[in-house]
């Protein structure tokens, strides 16, 4: 019994206290209880004794005292020997009928507990009965948890009556005994009694019907038609067999009834069929003793038959034809049209009986068909987009008005930033975010109490309980419970006006954990949720947590790929002699943001810059992840001075290797695309090979743009259908290269005409001024006006030539004499240059790369080259290709130490490979931009020594 309290016993009362005592209690009271309290002082309740209104006119002879009362006389009777009573409510908390001993009842009748006394909280303040009609649910009152002093040594154990036929709550049960004799047995009795309660109400209902149904069947057999045989001369009963259906048909006619039962003011209705028939269906009033029913009744005609009324029919105030299915012929003229006169019993012969039932229960089939539909809607509404917000008002707009007056739906603020919920339930006081308030289109732009502000509610009341249960609750609320807040803000329950309306409260729960709540809320207490309701309820906001959920994974992983792509992406690009550079990414989606398009620009050695552009399939974090893996590998190749072919070639075999253990595994960067240039501000030539990716453009000084003719080589993990080759073109000083990704040129989902999209991009370049960031925006604005159907990465460089007088060069024969010349030449050079600060350290290097290129550069020529920028870059080429590294000599040996000197007097140095031979690298910068202590030769030496 999960319901009640476990055990029932008296909770302790606060220190010195007593019966009598008048202050609220604090120790060990529920909080649903204080906030019953609440609301009943804020009525101005009596708590010495109050004057319930009592209904005199109750109906000794309803179905539900009909029902309860053999039940409850035997649950007083279990009870012999026990000062007990019982009282039964009915839903309108109206005592209807009581039991117990003498002494008891007039107990009861001095507290104003008499037949018909309406024992409501707005009447009488907590009791048992009130918080079971309040919360549809089971409910236990103590001792001094009673608002009336008088009832402060009763444990009250109530329990709903339910109709089992839609679960709707028909009345209470109020079992009453002294506190110090209060058993938990008595509760599970006590819902034993309730529940048989609920079977005898179906009981009864059936047998209504049934006796309905005889009716019926008896004033057809009283009226019922005969025709005459002309041939035999006998009389024959009409009405054969009733033509036959399709399911579907039969389906709707028993809908269309069930629906004209239920109505009060409609007398027969038409549904089209197949086939140019028309299914009439008419409704009869039946009377069994206290039993008042319907019968509907189906005839069948065929419109293109029509013209003028038939045999038994009148002309309606609209010009239809109205079938009088119970009248002769001559009859017809003497109804009105639209006559509303009682027909007879009898029924025509070519008329069937369709059904027969009472309003009531009809009523609840059509409820049940509604709640079907309702769920077929929010099937097929709800979801409809990834955005937690916009989820929450579907929701709200599917719930109003079909199923409350009033939608809130609040999420925990946790949730909304795409975090991972807390597991299990919510304690009372969650930080929650009102995300949709919805009444309707008139409350559009009444003030609500706003959405998008903070929410919270505290212990007790249902919002809570719903949160802290992890179940959908049931309650009536007061306006002005709710309408202020410790804030001061409005809550949207005063759009429904002052007054007490039914609330139902269902948790969004989705994978263990609880997302938010859904409040739904009737106006008034006239149509309180019964527990149909509660499952429907819970429906709707089961399905709208898990969008909720879907749509808080996506918020996580866009934001998650969003933050990887951006850290994986430049930040800004490098400021370079060789080249101004400027860039654009684009997503196809703005609000996403997140693609495998992606673009670098690497400094190299000589002065030189590698320009990368690339496009990963696909979108999302996978995409990014890859577009992160391919970047880097790019940069660690860039890093080894390689040729750009050779760069592709290994790029190309990083992703066809299988990452996991099954052959059939494929890397997701298979089909990457990418363009690699080299520029060399020296040369002023630009190196580039391409792996299935759009060729560059180029605008030269006082030419046109025009795309750069590359080799087409495989996209990436396609490698060995053919080798990738690269091609050079001469860029003069100014020349503008734009480098770029395939969305640039596609004009739908597909490519359609990429010559128009081409003759646009160069077209832009042409007419492109100064700026850079001029050229980017031009090139932007070719875009569709919706933005690109796939992301579009673009990389703008002008290049820059270094001018003569920044280089010199000199070519020796391989001989070791040649040493000294070098160095001295090298001294000249930066006197020249006015670098004589760095002549020590330059020597030493230019000395030793030249020692180790005459060396062992094989036969050819030794060249060296200085380079000034900002820095002093020197040059040594051979033609071997062996690759120089560093390493540790011992004391005894007079050599090995060479690349080691220069690593220390330079702030970088590397190699790099040509097709012929080999180029070793120092760069140097001036000593007012790199402080520090000058290095101590003695010091550098000790290191060799081995001696330890």
Known sequence: ??????????????????????????????????????????????????????????????????????????????????????????????????????????????????????????????????????TRAPFVVVGHEHFLHGLKELTCMAAPVRDPVGGTVRGAVNLSVPRALADPGMALVLQEATERIGERLLELSTARELELMRSFQRARERGGHTELDLGSGELHRLGGPAPRLASQERLMLLERAVELISSAGEAFTEVPLAGSRVAVLRRRELHHGDAEGAAVEVSFEDIRGRGTPGRGAVTAPDGRHVPL????????????????????????????????????????????????????????????????????????????????DLVVVDLVEGVLAGEEPPRGRLRPGAALRRVAVWAGEDSRDAPAGGVDVPAGYPAGTPQARCLETGRPVTDSVPTAALSGSPAGRAHPVGLLGAGVHSYLGAPLSARGSVLGLAGFYRRGRTRPYEQDDLTLAGELAARAAISVDNARHYRREHRASLTLQRSLLPHALPRLSAAELASRYLPADARAGVGGDWFDAIPLSGMRVALVVGDVPGNGLQAAATMGRLRTAVRTLAGLDLLPEEVLAHLDDLVSRTPGESDEEQDPATGATCLYAVYDPVSCRCTAARAGHPPPAVLTPGGRARLIDLPSGPPLGLGGIQPYESAGVDLPAGSLLAMYTDGLLKEDRGYGD????????????????????????????????????????????????????????????????????????????LAAWGLSELDFNTGLVVSELVTNAVRYGGRGPVCLRLLRDDSLICEVSDRSNTSPRIRRAAMTEEGGRGLFLVAQFTSSWGARYMPQGKTVWAEQLPQSERPGPETDEQALLAMFDDSG
């Open 1 to 134: 019994m999960p319901d009640y309290p476990d055990p029932v016993n008296p909770y302790p009362t606060p220190s010195g206290g007593g019966p009598g005592d008048r202050a609220q209690p604090v120790a060990g009271v529920r909080p649903e209880i204080l906030a019953s309290w609440q609301r009943s002082r804020s009525l101005g309740i009596d708590q010495e004794g109050v004057a319930l209104p009592v209904e005199g006119d109750l109906d000794p002879d309803s179905r539900l005292i009909r029902a309860a009362a053999p039940v409850l006389a035997h649950l007083y009777e279990r009870f012999s020997g026990v000062p007990v009573t019982v009282a039964l409510a009915d839903s309108r908390a109206n005592i209807v009928d009581r039991w117990g001993a003498p002494a008891g009842l007039e107990l009861m009748d001095a507290a104003s507990l008499v037949p018909g006394a309406n024992v409501d909280e707005r009447f009488m303040g907590t009791s048992s009965v009130s918080m079971v009609l309040s």
């Open 325 to 404: 299915l119970d009248r002769p012929a001559g009859a017809a003229g003497a109804d009105a049209p639209g006559a509303t006169a009682e027909p007879p019993a009898a029924g025509p012969a070519d008329a069937w009986l369709l059904l027969v039932g009472e309003p009531g229960v009809s009523r609840l089939a059509a409820e049940a068909r509604s709640r079907l539909s309702l769920l077929n809607e929010a099937g097929t509404r709800l979801g409809t987009t990834l955005d937690m917000w916009r989820t929450a008002e579907e929701l709200a707009r599917i719930a109003v008005p079909r199923f409350a």
């Open 754 to 829: 990429t010559d128009v999209r081409t003759g646009r991009l160069l077209d832009s370049l042409d007419r492109g001024g100064p700026a850079l960031e001029d050229v980017c925006d031009r090139i932007a604005d070719t875009l569709p006006a919706g933005g690109p159907y796939d992301d579009v990465a673009l990389l703008l460089a002008r290049v820059h030539a270094l001018s003569e007088d920044r280089v010199a060069a000199w070519e020796f024969p391989s001989d070791p004499s040649v040493v000294a010349r070098a160095r001295a030449l090298t001294r000249d050079q």
